[in-house]
């Protein structure tokens, strides 16, 4: 499927879902509303409407004027697969570290995380650096907002008994 | 009066008055250079300090930091694509390509010279205009702030990207994600987690959007490295390079003098506009969003040309313009000096030593400023896959910082997805953000109007200022689908 059409297909879907399902389901109208004042969904569904039509109008262009090709995307040459892969290796990422946040505390997730990344762009040069980066500067700062803005980080039920 | 200004003079030129300006200004440079630190939170850091200060010292050191932060915003806009704060985004678009051709420090120096001068022109509406200014904003009521607010937003939308209808998309986008959280009768909207009951903030947004994707980017396609940004020491702006900036300059400081004197208008707004009005009239327009210096000089005049003037409202009406005059009136009281028509009487000493701090302080920038520029760009030399963790290592701990809320972290990495994923479509980021900062104030306004008008929808075309604003869209919108055509027509012909 050519990209604008595939463009415009989730942008009506997104918008109509939003119209349709989210916007009756979880914008709550009140009892009462004072005056003439406009009830609370009237502007969500007013945008969501508009952004279906924005859509469709889009689906309408890319069906009915073919526009030049979009210059293709700057790659190391991988296949979609493989980039697919490390797309949903980083979302894991992300979900662990959001996860490992109250079993090993703020400092050793955003350590691992940090490690994670660097790894999963594909450096392995610069070890002394990486080894800084991983762990010296999740500690530098931790030290920094806590000493200058008195931040409290969450400690992991894990380590705890570390003190961090 | 002149005896007066002589003295206030004499009063602001002491060194620990200069000392805390540039304290103040080194500060919020730093603090806007830092990506989820914002200068809300330097100018609220630094509030507690003021109490042991006098009155003028302790606005100065308020108002140097707010200078600082907000151009310190382009220094991590320019140098790792992460504005340091929302008004710094339009600085980005051009800024970080140019670092990318290795003119990291002549976009850094236009960005300097542009607020420098947009400061100045600033401070000077301030000193000249602040009682006329206030009067004319004060009677701009719902329907007239509604339509401004469209007109800046179908603006935005029409010079970010390629497509008028991909800047509609992604504006949509960005109204509709205002809209989380309560609304003004008290109906939590898409209050899917508690979390979302109090809204999303603006930071791990604006963050999330505009810096993680470089990192999923970065993670997923391993694009061939680029080459080192240049050092700073060969890439001084030229003068014919000033000089062709100088007219998108001087209309970008009167753009954020005039918005800024509008409370709840502030330098994001002003940026964006002046850099649609700046690629809409300049001859380099189709350069703009690829490295041009003119779009950085626009956006970061206007931005810096909104601070002094956001101090307008707050000195003549007592009204803060933005969340940071906001906290400025909160320091007047601390101090026990009430900011309004009053204050020109009972404290006329102490306004004119603010309105001569003001200007020292718009040279001070430039000095703070050059000497900041040579310490951030060594982060030009740093490799990319260091860099960029290191991007979102400083973005989890300072979005965490604010609201020491993990639910802030999550929105951050789930806002970079969203990037990611607009970028793969081709939907531009700028008119979404704009829409989003811009979008409870929208909806605001629009249900106001409606109220006050009896559910009246023909009360947003009831006054000339409205009717102005109405012809500007229709403008704005002609010119952009007549420039689309344009260029498709051009494209056609060449594929031929």
Redesign the interface.
């Known amino acids: 499927m050519p990209k604008p059409v595939l463009r415009g297909l989730i942008i009506v879907a997104f918008f109509a879902l939003t119209a349709f399902v989210l916007v009756p389901a979880f914008v709550p109208r009140p009892a009462f509303i004072p005056g003439f004042a406009p009830p609370p969904d009237m502007w969500p569904r007013t945008v969501s409407l508009a952004g279906i039509a924005l859509g469709a109008l889009a689906l309408l262009f890319a069906v009915t004027r073919p526009q030049a090709d979009e210059p293709p995307l700057e790659t190391d040459g991988s296949s979609p697969a493989r980039m697919t892969g490390r797309f949903a290796g980083l979302m894991l990422a992300f979900v662990l570290f959001l996860v490992a946040i109250p079993l090993l505390g703020f400092l050793v997730s955003t350590m691992l995380l940090t490690l994670c990344i660097v790894l999963m762009t594909g450096e392995r040069g610069h070890r002394i650096w990486i080894a800084l980066l991983a762990f010296g500067a999740p500690i530098l700062l931790q030290l920094f907002f806590n000493s200058a803005l008195g931040t409290q980080f969450p400690k992991g039920v894990l380590t705890k008994p570390f003190g961090f | 009066m002149l005896n007066e200004i002589l003295s206030a003079l004499v009063a602001v030129a002491t060194l620990q008055n200069l000392l805390i300006m540039v304290a103040g200004i080194w500060g919020g440079v730093i603090v806007g250079a830092i990506p989820g630190m914002t200068g809300t939170m330097a100018v609220t ?1 630094a509030l507690p300090f003021t109490f042991y200060m006098d009155p003028v010292p302790s606005i100065l050191l308020l108002v140097a930091l707010y200078k600082g932060s907000t151009y310190g915003g382009s220094v991590s806009a320019i140098l790792i694509k992460t504005p340091g704060t929302a008004s710094a985004a339009c600085t980005a678009l051009d800024g970080y390509p140019l670092a990318q051709q290795g003119k990291a420090g002549k976009a850094l120096n236009m960005a300097l010279y542009s607020s420098v001068t947009g400061d100045f022109i600033s401070n000077l509406s301030l000193i000249f205009f602040a009682a006329p200014l206030a009067v004319l904003a004060l009677r701009i009521g719902p329907p007239e702030f509604f339509m401004l607010m469209l007109f800046a937003l179908t603006t935005v939308a029409g010079v970010s990207g390629s497509s008028l ?2 800047g ?2 992604s504006a ?2 960005g ?2 994600l205002a ?1 989380v959280g309560e ?1 003004m ?8 987690t508690p979390d979302m009951q109090a809204g999303l903030s603006i930071a791990p947004v604006l963050i999330g959007l505009f810096a993680l994707p470089e ?2 980017k ?7 490295k680029k080459e080192e940004a240049a050092t700073l020491g060969a890439q001084h702006v030229t003068r014919a390079e000033f000089m062709g900036s100088l007219k998108s300059i001087l209309k970008g400081s009167v753009i954020g003098s005039v918005l800024g004197a509008i409370p709840g208008i502030g330098p994001s707004s002003a940026a964006f506009f002046s850099y649609g009005e700046a690629q809409r009239s300049s001859k380099n327009g189709a350069n703009f969003g690829k490295g041009e210096l003119e779009g950085i000089a626009a956006s970061e005049s206007a931005n810096n040309g909104a601070c002094g003037a956001t101090m307008i409202p707050l000195l003549a009406l007592g009204v803060p313009g933005d969340v940071i005059t906001g906290v400025m009136l909160g320091a007047f009281m601390i101090q026990g000096l009430t900011p309004g028509p009053l204050l020109f009487q009972t404290n006329i000493h102490e306004v004119y030593m603010l309105l001569i701090g003001m200007l020292v302080s718009s040279v001070l920038l430039f000095f703070a400023g050059k000497a900041t520029m040579r310490m951030f760009a060594k982060v030009s030399h740093i ?4 860099l ?3 991007v ?3 973005c ?2 300072g979005i ?2 604010i609201a ?1 809320s ?1 639910f802030d ?2 929105v951050l ?1 789930v806002m970079g ?1 969203v990037g990611f994923g607009m970028f ?4 531009p980021a700028a008119p979404f953000l704009i829409a989003f900062i811009l979008g409870p104030m929208l ?1 605001e306004n ?2 106001r109007a ?2 006050i ?3 009246e929808p023909a009360v947003l075309l009831s006054s000339p200022i409205t009717w102005v604003f109405a012809a500007l869209i229709v403008f704005v919108l002609f010119i952009t689908v007549r420039r689309e055509i344009l260029k ?1 027509k051009t ?2 012909r060449v ?1 031929q």
Do not use: H, K, W
Request: hydrophobic share 60%; no cysteine; aromatic share 10%.
């Open positions: 850091l209808l991909m509609l998309v949509a986008l109204l509709l809209t609304d009768y008290g109906s939590f909207r898409f209050a899917f990192l999923i970065l993670v997923v396609m391993r694009a061939a490799p990319q896959t260091l960029t963790p290191l979102l290592l400083l989890i701990f965490y910082s020491s993990p972290v999550a990495l997805v793969l479509l081709n939907i909806e629009l249900r409606l109220a008008s009896r559910g498709s494209e056609r594929a």
